[in-house]
């Protein structure tokens, strides 16, 4: 690609501007890298008087910064080149965030992006949260944060049992009117009013939770997404009380592909999803734990991930 | 077998992959599944094995299930022109059990329709 010989010059990390070389560049931390600016003007660049003179059309430089956008590393290096660069490296950069109460802590998301309507959170289409606190240590509402994420299509949600709230998903109810894919591994087992917050839901999983009893005192909500791709399901104790509460959505299931997990009598509940969807069902994988050669009561959270593929799929 | 012990696919009629998971050596519901399939569009059956726990599958039950699913299987190769893929489970000790799966399904063997992954 000729156009990348006559402007790529190889940024380096250290090897920028003053004001660069203060930053704090680490590849395993991206957001302390690119959180030189609070201000979203500017974000755009305008008025920024030291960015570096470029006689080519941004929309050229935002095809070069875009066939980096598997290169975390250079990426970050490009943000030191100019803050003309930084809008779209930045778009790259945070299009997937992660959360973990180890490496990638909440808290220090907030730190850095104090205020959440200035944090670089509207580039993020993949969201992933495990083990988050309901509060954070700095005293900082999840849901205050979650809700800057507004873009979010794909939002993956492990080991989450919030409390403080009615609903101890509350803080994520529709937090991203654009979610298409929502995966829930080991929460609270009150999913449903999670699930019906999001309206273009086309992709449903469902791992190791223990749901709520059928549909007794459950009410079934007004609308519910279209759920037109897939659905993976593999619920501790069996996806009996699941199934019923699904095929109680008022909009229907539309599932083109399933992925069931069925423990002993759960094959009635498997049919029943089946003949929901027959009218677009085009994949179906069943993993199969017959009661008595695989009791549930001996069925482990890992168990479920490996019966359901999600783990090597 | 009671009907509620198998899905039944006979109203999936856009269905074109299905895909079973097997542990342990109760590979009845498989047939008993697969026997209610009436999707013209069907194009890859797949069976994820975990071979290791295929222990009990040589005695006599188990081997005339076995049977069942090598002659269904073949039916649908002779119908539908679709090869079942086989496939070992992650973790269950590979495919040194290769030969006792070939001896489990011959027709299919036999025909080198096996597709062992």
Known sequence: MKVLGTIIWVPTAGKGTDENAALNLRTDFPWTTVGIEQNPASDSGAGDQRHMPCSLPPET???????????????????????SWIPRTRRHLFAHVQFDDLEYPFDSWIRTFPDPSNSPAHHTRSLSICDLPTSTRTGTDVGNCIRAFHNVVHFDLNHYAGVGYDNPLAPFFGFSPVVRSLSLTSTSSEVFDLICSFPLLEDLELIDFCPEDGTVGWSPPSTSPKLTRSLNLAVRGGIHSTTRRLLNFPDGLHFAKITVTCIGEDFRSATDLVSKCSDTLESLKVCCFLMGAFPSASLTGQDLTAACGRSHA | MPREHHPDLSKASKLKDLTFLVKRS????????????????????????????????????????????????????????????????????????????????????????????
């Not at chain 2, 079942?84 to 036999?110: F, I, K, M, T, Y």
């Open chain 1, 61 to 83: 430089l935002d095809f070069v910064i875009d066939q980096l956008h598997d290169e975390p590393a250079t990426l970050r290096a490009c943000c030191l080149v100019s803050k």
């Open chain 2, 26 to 117: 109760n590979i009845h519901w498989v047939t008993a599944a697969l026997q209610t399939v009436e999707s013209k569009n069907l194009q890859q059956i797949t069976i994820r094995l975990h071979i290791a726990t295929l222990g009990n599958s040589t005695e006599e039950t188990g081997h005339r299930e076995w049977q069942d699913l090598d002659r269904l299987l073949i039916q649908f190769w002779t119908s539908h022109s679709i090869r079942p893929r086989l496939v070992d489970a992650p973790n269950s000790g590979g495919w040194d059990a290769r030969d006792r799966v070939q001896c489990l399904l011959p027709e299919l063997a036999r025909r080198n329709l096996l597709e062992l992954q």
